[in-house]
């Protein structure tokens, strides 16, 4: 299995400051098909999950572009120009290239400093 | 608007079964795989099954191999796990999502499992 590790775990981030979430594969993610199946996972306090970015760099409708994911192989990050504090929530990231299983990271908890 | 909304949780005791259901709407259902995910009470994401947009291709993780069976009714627009010889391993939300650009759009809601004795 595909193990996905995360860091770090917790992000203090002060609000109107960038921040940055690293997620590495045990695998490479590149699919035979060239597509690199690597998604983000946004789950407020009390809420479902929702996915931000898929394969690596696609933001999903509605999701503000302060919102930005980029890697490759088995580097990947998502990153937050301007933290608001509505982004306050666990993140995960996600690969379906190498299924099954589909396996996820622990997830990063984002705070306000 | 784009809906999943999951319903069949509850209390259970071990070993015994629920079977969960999951109603489509404001996409094209039948032309989507689907999965179960499901999250352990203060716990992570973990990827339960996966069913393919006619219900021939169905795969699962080693956990519930054997005991969950997933399906689907295209007529009806829903997806179905059922959920034997249940654990207390299981307890957690499971929630359904689809499969639009991978796995993740959409996403429900969530129904809540407790297998307790």
């Known amino acids: 299995d595909v193990v996905m590790t995360q860091s770090p775990l917790s992000l203090p981030v002060t609000l109107g400051q960038p921040a940055s979430i690293s997620c590495t594969s045990s695998?490479?993610?590149?699919?035979?098909?060239?597509?690199?199946?690597l998604n983000w996972f946004q789950q407020r306090p009390g809420q479902s999950p929702r996915r931000l970015i898929f394969?690596?760099?696609n933001r999903d409708s509605g999701v503000p572009d302060r919102f930005s994911g980029s890697g490759s192989g088995t580097h990947f990050t998502l990153s937050i120009s301007r933290v608001e504090a509505e982004d306050v929530a666990v993140y995960f990231c996600?690969?379906?290239?190498?299924?099954?299983?589909?396996?996820f990271g622990q997830g990063t908890k984002l705070e306000i400093k | 608007d784009v809906l999943l909304v999951e319903s069949g949780g509850g209390l259970v005791q071990p070993g015994g079964s629920l079977r969960l259901s999951c109603a489509a709407s404001?996409?094209?259902?039948?032309?989507?795989?689907m999965h179960w995910v499901r999250q352990a009470p203060g716990k992570g994401l973990e990827w339960v099954s996966r069913?393919?947009?006619?219900?021939?291709?169905?795969h699962y993780a080693d956990p519930v191999k054997g005991r969950f069976t997933i399906s689907r009714d295209n007529a009806k627009n829903t997806l179905y796990l059922q959920m034997n010889s249940l654990r207390v391993e299981d307890t957690a939300v499971y929630y359904c999502?689809?499969?639009?650009?991978?796995?993740?759009?959409?996403w429900g809601q969530g129904t809540l499992v407790i297998v307790s004795s």
């Open positions: 999502a689809g499969d639009r650009g991978g796995l993740g759009d959409p």
């Open positions: 394969q690596v760099s």
């Open positions: 695998q490479s993610l590149v699919h035979s098909n060239g597509n690199t199946y």
């Open positions: 996600m690969q379906g290239t190498r299924w099954p299983p589909y396996t």
């Open positions: 069913i393919g947009d006619t219900g021939t291709q169905r």
């Open positions: 404001g996409f094209t259902f039948s032309s989507s795989a």
